[in-house]
Nanobody, 114 residues
Framework: VQLVESGGGLVQPGGSLRLSCRAAGIIYRIDYMGWYLQAPGKQRELVAGIFSDGTTTVVDSVKGRFTISRDKGQNTVYLQMNSLKPEDTAVYYC?????????WGQGTQVTVSS
């Protein structure tokens, strides 16, 4: 299984980015797909997740600004990030879970700075 992430980069405050993560080579049904961030010197933490039934969870700090969605047929999860703030700067990781285990992407850097 390989998770291919893309979409990170440098953006000014107030700007937008869209992250994507495609799970290649996965066989069993995906139960959960999520995005986590890790800022320098801090632990990895949840940003948003989406379950197989479409239920989503989003942390309070990004509610109203970030939206998680998925394309089941493509085994891809997206994170639309709007109204970005400097404190959103971090490496963002994709997490995919199924009956076999838990898979992590390589991470994509998001930097919000003027």
């Amino acid at each position: 299984v390989q998770l291919v992430e893309s979409g990170g980069g440098l953006v000014q405050p107030g700007g937008s980015l869209r992250l994507s993560c495609r799970a290649a080579g996965i066989i069993y049904r995906i139960d959960y797909m999520g995005w986590y961030l890790q800022a320098p010197g801090k632990q990895r933490e949840l940003v948003a997740g989406i379950f197989s039934d479409g239920t989503t969870t989003v942390v309070d700090s990004v509610k109203g600004r970030f939206t998680i969605s998925r394309d089941k047929g493509q085994n891809t999860v997206y994170l639309q990030m709007n109204s970005l703030k400097p404190e959103d700067t971090a490496v963002y990781y994709c997490d995919v879970r199924n009956r076999v285990g838990n898979y992590w992407g390589q991470g994509t850097q998001v930097t919000v700075s003027s």
